[in-house]
């Protein structure tokens, strides 16, 4: 996210000395940069596991591939909200107490927040369309306090260590979309998105070490993003119950501006005064650069009760990122014609790279799996729906700067969701 220069390294090259670990990794501290699915969008793909590549005939295909449009009987619009997500990220033994004893660091986030508006507009042949989606959302505002920690000062403990977090970062998607049958099985889509993200990290540090002195800082980092996100879809339905869909997709940043605030204030042994703070600031304009990505999807409806979908979603290599493929399926069923029962299931593979024995400062890498499922009432032209969705990951992790220590990780996240919507 943010690229270190020689000073910024060193602030926190000092800094670690006065604890066993440091916890000013900013490229983990906010909206998840090591994976691509981080946010299933619309209630019906939700519910599906995001399998939704070959569907699309509703609003939420205006995201997912804007050329299933083309084949939506009724003019719709559709709202759905995740009603609440609570995530947890634990490194395990990352702190090491003054009496041998291992203990785990867990970081929490959670948040309510809305997730997408859609609208398709009827035209003959060919369909218009409006949406707007959350497509990542981090918010973490959480205070800590460890006692009794091991230091890198011989001789020297951490009595006490005080951390103040306040972490917040958005990624928003909005724009106008069109569709058009080239025939009566084959269609053509297109999504032009406008892509904005904001973001800050405000952290307060304090260690008290054992010879009295203590270590304190303050910083502030905070940017914005714009840019554009085209998503180019085609869809194929050779036979009533059988369709397959494909879509290409890729982030380009128009616009960048980050900056970091730092405020530090070392113990005396280091030379600093009663009245000594160290203060910098740090400005960059680096635009970050997205892979592209391309979806395949195939959807299967054996009886008017049933409908299967697979989706496959592959990420091309940018940068330090590895390339990534990721694969969903969902099944939708109705028991009676008002009521749909989803399910679905999903992999979130992380973009970097495993980490080696014998490195440091390596980033993390947990891969991710996840379950959905979901209820939908229907009643005349309008629909109720709610769900939810559990993901569960497990990898490794390098939380001390410098060292070439490695943690196990876990990611656990819940996010309970409603949908309603209805043609016209």
């Not at 959670?110 to 398709?120: R, T």
């Not at 507009?121 to 218009?128: A, D, T, V």
């Not at 405000?202 to 996100?229: A, D, P, V």
């Not at 009643?379 to 939810?388: E, H, M, P």
Request: glycine share 8%; with cysteine; hydrophobic share 35%.
């Amino acid at each position: 996210m943010f690229k270190k220069n020689a000073d910024f390294r060193c602030n926190f090259l000092i800094a670690k000395v006065f604890s066993f670990f440091f916890v000013l990794l900013i490229g983990t501290s906010v909206a998840d940069e090591f994976h691509y699915i981080n946010s299933l969008i619309g209630d019906r793909p939700s519910g599906m596991g995001g399998a939704y590549t070959a569907i699309s005939t509703d609003p939420a295909g205006l995201y997912y591939n804007p050329a299933g449009i083309a084949f939506a009987h009724k003019q719709k619009f559709s709202i759905s909200v995740n009603a609440y997500n609570i995530s947890t990220k634990t490194y395990k033994g990352a702190l090491r107490k003054t009496t041998g004893e291992s203990k785990d660091w867990t970081l929490r986030s959670s948040q309510l927040i809305p997730n997408f508006f859609g609208i398709i507009y009827k035209l003959g042949n060919s369909n218009l369309g409006f949406s707007y989606a959350v497509v990542d959302s981090f918010l973490r505002d959480q205070d800590q306090v460890f006692y009794d920690i091991r230091s890198a000062i011989p001789g020297i403990t951490i009595t006490r260590y005080v951390i103040n977090i306040d972490d917040e970062d958005k990624v928003y998607n909005l724009g106008p979309s069109y569709a058009i049958k080239l025939k009566e099985d084959f269609s053509f889509g297109i999504t032009l998105y406008f892509h904005y993200r904001s973001g800050k990290i405000i952290r307060n540090h304090f260690i008290n070490l054992s010879n009295g002195e203590f270590n304190w800082e303050n910083y502030y980092l905070s940017w914005t993003e714009y840019g554009i996100k085209p998503i180019v879809g085609f869809m194929w339905k050779p036979t009533d119950d059988l369709s397959t869909g494909l879509s290409f997709s890729r982030t380009f940043i128009l616009d960048s501006e980050r900056k970091y605030q730092s405020t530090w204030r070392g113990p005396s042994s280091f030379g600093f005064g009663p009245n000594d703070v160290d203060y910098r600031v740090i400005e960059s304009d680096q635009k970050r650069k997205f892979p592209y990505n391309m979806k395949f999807g195939i959807a299967y409806s054996p009886s008017t009760s049933l409908l299967l979908s697979v989706d496959m979603s592959y990420y091309t290599a940018v940068e330090d990122r590895k390339s990534v493929l990721n694969g969903a399926i969902g099944a939708e069923y109705y028991p009676t014609p008002s009521i749909a029962l989803r399910v679905g299931g999903f992999t979130d593979f992380a973009n970097t790279p495993k980490l080696k024995t014998g490195l440091t400062d390596q980033l993390e890498h947990i891969d991710i799996y996840g379950g959905t499922f979901s209820i939908t009432y229907y009643r005349k032209d309008s629909f109720f729906t709610i769900g939810a969705i559990y993901s569960y990951g497990f990898g490794k992790a390098q939380v001390i700067p410098g060292a070439t220590t490695q943690q196990d990780a876990r990611i656990n996240s819940v996010s309970l969701f409603i949908g309603t919507g209805s043609s016209f």
